[in-house]
């Protein structure tokens, strides 16, 4: 009876101690610290045998905390979230692509502003020296100039099916040409004939506007919103520019009709009748380039994703 007794006291004790300070005004402070003093002069073999917590608190207390998550808490610990998709993906930022085409040959740049749109720019170069062609009898030696930068807005329709507005924001391409005509020669300007009184020579140019607008349609994309990053473009339209405007400048002696040499020959440069008819002649050329103010647009590109 004494092992058993003994523990049940130690328990009451306890619980005395225990609600002694939350009774407050019922309870006074000397009656609590003599219930602590009896507890604490109890032997501590008195409690062999009792336990004061149970199997099931054992066992859980043994156990890691994480036994207890989920097996989709642990998958989502273990694996790194997938990338995002769609209008979250992150658009590509740069690419760059070598071109060849009607504006000549050149390197072009691209970044991505919008899901199904690039900003693209690139410059142009391309020199070629034109055979020998003769224009009223006179003998006119050429060289092609292509020269400009520009700047495109891509936008996907569909695919890789794009629709670009833009414009070359220099515009330096050219035509300059020399022109010879051998003493005695016959010639004509603005449908009136002139004889070469000693060689006469002279200068052609073939200016276009500084600037000018451009349209194209293509299929391609120099920035692929997948993971592949070899990249082809076309590219057709045309360059929308003023009517050249041909200038014709002329230096030497010529005679009137088709006898050289004769009592007062003409100073091509400065005689207002002949620079009158220069200008006819002018003319006529700007007419027959009037086409010219539509320049056609066709671009092959090979390019990379960064």
Known sequence: MRRVSQPLVVLLCICAALLLPASGSGRSVNDTIAAQNVISSLPLNQFKGISLYNANTEVASSVPLGKFESSSTALMLATPPPPPRGKNRKLPRFGVQFTSGTLGFGGQAATAVLRRANIRVGFNYFSYTLPTFNKDNASYKGSLNLRSFQADFDYYLFGGFHVSPGGLLYNGNKVDATAFIPNGQSFTLGGTQYTADGNITG???LPLNRAAPTVKIGFGNLLPRSRRHFTFNFDLGAVFQQAPKVGVSLVGLACPGSTSPCATPLNVATDPTVQTNIASEEAKIN????????????????????
């Open 287 to 306: 007419k027959d380039l009037k086409f010219f103010r539509y320049y056609p647009i066709i671009s092959f590109g090979f390019g990379w994703k960064f």
């Open 203 to 205: 200068t052609g140019t």
